[in-house]
C-alpha cells in the first residue's frame, strides 16, 4: 500500500514539474513553474547521495544548471554511517595523554 503511495507522489512531482537533468547516482531534479526545486532520489531518499553541484542548485545558490560531463578529481562518496564502510578511526592508541597525581 504505501509502495503505491509513493509512486502515485511521485507521478504527480514528475507531472508538476519540468525534468531538469539527472545525476551519476541516477537521482531525476526537477523544477516547477514557480521555481521551486526537488530532487526524486533513485532509491532510498538518502539526502547525501546529491552530488555537490546539485547542492548548490537545489538550494538556489547557483541557477545553472549542472552538466554531468565535468570530471571531479574525486568521487562522491555518500555518507556511510552504520554500513560496514563507515570509517572508524585507529582503535589501537588508548592514553592520549597521562595521567595526574596530585600526591606529587
Known amino acids: 500500500m504505501l509502495f503505491k503511495i509513493c509512486n502515485a507522489i511521485k507521478r504527480l512531482l ?8 539527472k545525476d551519476e547516482n541516477g537521482n531525476s531534479y526537477y523544477e516547477s513553474s514557480e521555481g521551486k526545486r526537488w530532487v526524486i532520489y533513485s532509491s532510498v531518499s ?9 547542492h548548490i542548485w537545489l538550494h538556489y545558490t547557483d541557477d545553472a544548471v549542472p552538466i554531468n560531463s565535468k570530471k571531479r578529481k574525486l568521487k562522491h562518496i555518500p ?6 564502510d563507515a ?4 582503535q ?3 592514553n ?9
Not at 592520549?96 to 606529587?104: A, S, V
Request: charged content about 30%.
Open 46 to 54: 538518502e539526502p547525501t547521495t546529491v552530488p555537490p553541484e546539485w
Open 14 to 21: 514528475r507531472k508538476e514539474g519540468k525534468f531538469v537533468g
Open 87 to 90: 570509517y572508524y578511526p585507529n
Open 79 to 84: 555518507n556511510l554511517t552504520g554500513t560496514k
Open 96 to 104: 592520549y595523554y597521562e595521567r595526574w597525581n596530585p600526591n606529587n
Open 92 to 94: 589501537k592508541v588508548k
